[in-house]
């Protein structure tokens, strides 16, 4: 079975910096997509970042660019979501997916682990 945990989000004020963990068990993180998306409320989920070294593809949405950088560790079987300069407008649910071809969108993905709230405050 494809599982994937989410962890490391929390309350941080505006500029501050967290980083995010997805950890996949039941497959090779490597062997697919990972991709990082968000969902404020009233809002649709919407891609933040995603990476894959099978399709050596990388991408950041316009918001996040220059902000964020996503990561792996394959050893651990984890990608992580570095988030600095954060803004209020980042607040959102965030969550993992993996995805069996290179894709940015919800609809590329086909597993998705639970999420992880992100506030940022004023």
């Known amino acids: 079975e494809v599982q994937l945990v989410e962890s490391g989000g929390g309350l941080v004020q505006a500029g501050g910096s967290l980083r995010l963990s997805c950890t996949a068990s039941?497959?090779?993180?490597?062997?697919?997509?990972i991709g990082w998306f968000r969902q404020a409320p009233g809002k649709e989920r919407e891609g933040v970042s995603c990476?894959?070294?099978?399709?050596?593809?990388?991408y950041y949405s316009d918001s996040v660019k220059g902000r964020f950088a996503i990561s792996r560790d394959s050893a651990k079987n984890t990608v992580y979501l570095q988030m600095n300069t954060l803004k209020p407008e980042d607040t959102a649910v965030y969550y993992c997916?993996?995805?069996?071809?290179?894709?940015?969108?919800?609809?590329?993905?086909?597993?998705w682990g639970q999420g992880t709230q992100v506030t940022i405050s004023s």
């Open positions: 997916a993996a995805a069996a071809n290179w894709g940015t969108t919800v609809r590329n993905f086909g597993s």
């Open positions: 039941g497959f090779t993180l490597d062997a697919y997509t």
């Open positions: 990476i894959s070294t099978s399709y050596d593809e990388t």
